[in-house]
């Protein structure tokens, strides 16, 4: 069964700093990976994938994501942070290999970006 | 990607009651999925719907309580029934254009059971 930890529940950043959001996964096949923003009172926002490729994928607002596969591992990360960024970020994964639909999301983790 | 509406954005509901929560996508799409986000918590899928077929459900959750209709491609309901202060929550919809692409997500349903 798939799996997806986020040990993280909160990250405090300062404003222009660089910003890692941390994320581990169990999948019995090839992982398709994601992740998700949630602002305050909105809805989910598709920020970025991997699928196969390049390690390292680019999303929205200037963030990306690296893939590790021997530690199992897609941090999320941003060079500079802005306030703006302060959200709620979800890790998700699916198993391409079963091709199975199913997204299993991590529990969220919490993103402070001070002025 | 595709644009979903759902509706309706909030409700206060008396326990014992139930409440029928519309989606509708502006394209054809194979299989729907619905979420619950409980507060503060991460998003748990209910069940997977497709067209033409039962929903099937993840382990906690039961047709009984969350019946799902699917009449054609581009629209589902989700029925919470018998409503406690417990199923107070967000009821996201979500749909997948395709094998490995990203999902897209109706605005939620807030949910409160008083």
């Known amino acids: 069964a798939q799996s997806v930890a986020q040990p993280e529940d909160q990250v405090n950043v300062a404003e222009g700093n660089p910003l890692t959001v941390k994320c581990t996964y169990s999948?019995?096949?090839?992982?398709?990976l994601f992740w998700y923003v949630q602002y305050p009172n909105r809805g989910l926002q598709f920020l970025l994938k991997?699928?196969?490729?390049?390690?390292l994928v680019k999303g929205s607002y200037g963030f990306e994501a690296e893939f590790n596969k021997s530690q199992t591992s897609f941090h999320l990360k941003k060079p500079s942070a802005l306030v703006s960024d302060s959200a709620l970020y979800f890790c998700?994964?699916?198993?391409?290999?079963?091709?199975?639909?199913?997204?299993?999301f991590g529990a969220g983790t919490r993103l402070f970006v001070k002025a | 990607s595709a644009v979903i509406s759902q509706k309706p954005s909030r409700d206060i509901c008396q326990r014992g009651t139930s409440l029928t929560i519309q989606c509708q996508v502006d394209?054809?799409?194979?299989?729907m999925f619905w979420y619950r986000q409980q507060p503060g918590q991460s998003l748990t899928l209910i069940a997977t719907?497709?067209?033409?077929?039962?929903?099937?459900?993840e382990s906690g959750f039961v047709i009984d309580k969350f019946p799902i209709s699917r009449p054609n491609l581009t629209f589902s309901t989700l029925t919470v029934s018998n409503m406690s202060p417990e199923d107070s929550s967000i009821y996201l919809c979500?749909?997948?254009?395709?094998?490995?692409?990203?999902?897209?997500f109706g605005s939620g349903t807030r949910l409160t059971v008083v």
């Open positions: 979500s749909v997948d254009k395709g094998q490995g692409y990203g999902y897209t």
């Open positions: 999948v019995s096949g090839n992982p398709y």
């Open positions: 991997y699928i196969t490729g390049d390690n």
């Open positions: 998700a994964v699916r198993d391409g290999h079963t091709g199975g639909f199913k997204t299993i």
């Open positions: 394209s054809q799409v194979t299989m």
């Open positions: 719907a497709n067209q033409g077929s039962e929903a099937t459900y």
